[in-house]
């Protein structure tokens, strides 16, 4: 069993910047990579950036230039930088867990970009 508690979503205005945190807890060495997720109302929840164990990244294209996956092994913890965010932005972000024979996730964080 793997554990996710998200934090760090919150109201920005458009161009602001926003730091969502993912704390993981139970059994950690079965995860092979981490990621983010999102969905925004009325909308299937999609691909923002995963990152492996070996620090490996993949961004969606609505994410490449603007937002920064990273991950700190030693607090279990992965961040999603999210730099000069739009109002699309706009989503409930989830955090996952890949243990490669299935996966966890998180309750998800509020984004909210609006002036």
């Known amino acids: 069993q793997v554990q996710l508690v998200e934090s760090g979503g919150g109201l920005v205005q458009p161009g602001g910047s926003l730091r969502l945190s993912c704390a993981a807890s139970?059994?950690?060495?079965?995860?092979?990579?981490m990621g983010w997720y999102r969905q925004a109302p009325g909308k299937q929840r999609e691909l923002v950036a995963t990152?492996?164990?070996?620090?490996?990244?993949n961004y969606a294209d609505s994410a490449k230039g603007r937002f920064t996956i990273s991950r700190d092994n030693a607090k279990n913890t992965v961040y999603l930088q999210m730099n000069s965010l739009k109002p699309e932005d706009t989503a409930v972000y989830y955090c996952?867990?890949?243990?490669?024979?299935?996966?966890?996730w998180g309750k998800g964080t509020l984004v909210t970009v609006s002036s």
């Open positions: 996952n867990a890949d243990i490669r024979t299935g996966d966890y």
């Open positions: 990152i492996t164990g070996g620090g490996y990244t």
């Open positions: 139970g059994s950690i060495r079965s995860i092979y990579a």
